[in-house]
């Protein structure tokens, strides 16, 4: 079996729809495709009615944004119940500083750049979850930038004088909500220097005993020093291991199933306590 735990789509910072993608995971051969945007679920219904169509397994998931003393984490929850009271809550904060946060960015960049708030609409899906790609795409689409991998390693990296932070969880306190709304946690790309600033390994010592299940030691933003140390601590914590490729579309240059999930693991993850089931070819 292949198995890609981690994609997007347009409801958050991806380039596809939730079907595109689920047509994009059958064109790669994936057999289980987990659907992850950021902070909602708003697509998991066209996702599943596409996989039922396409028979391609789907785990329906969120990607959470989550923060640490001023470290960004993100937090894999697959299975969980979206419409749970106190995990909504949290996520309907999250959205709605993310949407404050982004007028802020862009109110910095145009002081700058010819870059608008409309120019950012005009980037975002209906009823996506607003982030910094969309800026990044209005850059793009402004001509400031060539793709948005450059616009964030020019104008929107967690250094730049246009960074603006954002209200998120705590990771630990993120994970408790996961298993309380019926969910398994998986920490996110854990050693990814790439990105920013990493957590203590004893955030994630406290995330497992809150009830982490797995880390996602093989990502295309992990080298191979950090995916080693990222099995190595998973084996020290008695965590899972998960492999994925963290798919955006376009919007990111690795495709579907850049990095795999082992088979075993989706059995274990599947055999956890959860409030909904995987669609099953």
């Given at each position: 079996?292949?198995?890609?735990?981690?994609?997007?789509?347009?409801?958050?910072?991806?380039?596809?729809?939730?079907?595109?993608?689920?047509?994009?995971?059958?064109?790669?051969?994936?057999?289980?495709?987990?659907?992850?945007?950021?902070?909602?679920?708003?697509?998991?219904?066209e996702?599943?009615?596409?996989?039922?169509?396409?028979?391609?397994?789907?785990?329906?998931?969120?990607?959470?944004?989550?923060?640490?003393?001023?470290?960004?984490?993100?937090?894999?929850a697959?299975?969980?119940?979206?419409a749970?009271?106190?995990?909504?809550?949290?996520?309907?904060?999250?959205?709605?500083?993310?949407?404050?946060r982004?007028?802020?960015?862009?109110?910095?960049?145009?002081?700058?750049?010819?870059?608008?708030?409309?120019?950012?609409?005009?980037?975002?899906?209906?009823?996506?979850?607003?982030?910094?790609?969309?800026?990044?795409?209005?850059?793009?689409?402004?001509?400031?930038?060539?793709?948005?991998?450059?616009?964030?390693?020019?104008?929107?990296?967690?250094?730049?004088?246009?960074?603006?932070?954002?209200y998120?969880?705590?990771?630990?306190?993120?994970?408790?909500?996961?298993?309380?709304?019926?969910?398994?946690?998986?920490?996110?790309?854990?050693?990814?220097?790439?990105?920013?600033?990493?957590?203590?390994?004893?955030?994630?010592?406290?995330?497992?005993?809150?009830?982490?299940?797995?880390?996602?030691?093989d990502?295309?933003?992990?080298?191979?020093?950090?995916?080693?140390?990222?099995?190595?601590?998973?084996?020290?914590?008695?965590?899972?291991?998960t492999?994925?490729?963290?798919?955006?579309g376009?919007?990111?240059?690795?495709?579907?199933?850049?990095?795999?999930?082992?088979?075993?693991?989706?059995?274990?993850?599947?055999?956890?306590?959860?409030?909904r089931?995987?669609?099953?070819?």
């Amino acid at each position: 079996m292949i198995i890609d735990l981690h994609a997007h789509t347009l409801v958050s910072d991806g380039t596809d729809t939730p079907a595109q993608l689920v047509e994009q995971a059958e064109a790669a051969g994936l057999d289980v495709v987990a659907l992850t945007d950021h902070d909602t679920a708003a697509g998991w219904r066209e996702a599943i009615d596409a996989a039922e169509r396409l028979r391609v397994g789907l785990l329906p998931g969120i990607e959470i944004s989550c923060s640490w003393d001023g470290i960004s984490v993100h937090l894999l929850a697959y299975l969980l119940d979206p419409a749970d009271p106190d995990l909504a809550a949290e996520l309907d904060a999250a959205r709605e500083s993310r949407d404050v946060r982004a007028r802020r960015i862009v109110d910095l960049l145009s002081r700058d750049v010819p870059v608008t708030w409309d120019d950012v609409v005009a980037q975002v899906g209906e009823g996506a979850t607003m982030g910094r790609p969309h800026i990044a795409d209005a850059l793009v689409a402004r001509g400031v930038v060539p793709d948005r991998s450059a616009a964030f390693e020019t104008y929107l990296h967690t250094g730049s004088p246009y960074y603006v932070t954002h209200y998120a969880p705590d990771p630990v306190d993120a994970v408790r909500l996961v298993r309380a709304a019926g969910g398994v946690p998986v920490m996110a790309h854990p050693f990814a220097a790439k990105r920013g600033r990493l957590v203590p390994d004893t955030v994630i010592e406290e995330m497992t005993r809150a009830g982490l299940f797995a880390l996602e030691a093989d990502h295309p933003d992990h080298d191979e020093a950090q995916r080693a140390k990222a099995h190595a601590v998973a084996a020290d914590l008695g965590l899972h291991v998960t492999g994925s490729s963290d798919y955006h579309g376009t919007g990111k240059p690795q495709g579907l199933a850049a990095c795999t999930t082992h088979p075993d693991v989706l059995d274990a993850l599947l055999a956890e306590p959860t409030s909904r089931g995987i669609v099953r070819p």
